[in-house]
C-alpha cells in the first residue's frame, strides 16, 4: 500500500488513483464507464513510468549499477538484459571521449 514516508508504491493503487487518470485526462487512454476499471495495458500504467526514468537516466549516463539499486533489482545483469537497447551507443561515447581528450591537448599546448 502506499503511503507517506514508505519506500515502496503500490503500483496498482498508483496506476488506478493516479497515472491512468492522468493519461485519461489528456486523451491518451479512454475513461471508463463509471463502475468500470481502467483496461489493463502494460503500456500505460506504471512499468511505462519505470521504463521512462530508466531510460531517461542512461541517458543521463547514469550506471547500470546505479540504475538497478534505484529500480530494486536485486541483479544488475538482470537491469541490463532489460534495459540495454536504450544505453548510448558505445561509438557515440567513444568519439566523445577521445574527441574531449584531443581538444583539452590542443588547449595546453
Known sequence: MSCLGCAAIW?????DQAWKPALASVGIIPTPEKGQRYAAAREHGMH???HFYASVLLDGGESIKALSLYLGHSDPGFTLRVYTHLMP???????KAISAMYRGRRSCS
Open 89 to 95: 551507443s558505445s561509438e557515440t561515447r567513444t568519439r
Open 11 to 15: 503500483s496498482q493503487a498508483f496506476n
Open 48 to 50: 511505462a513510468l519505470r
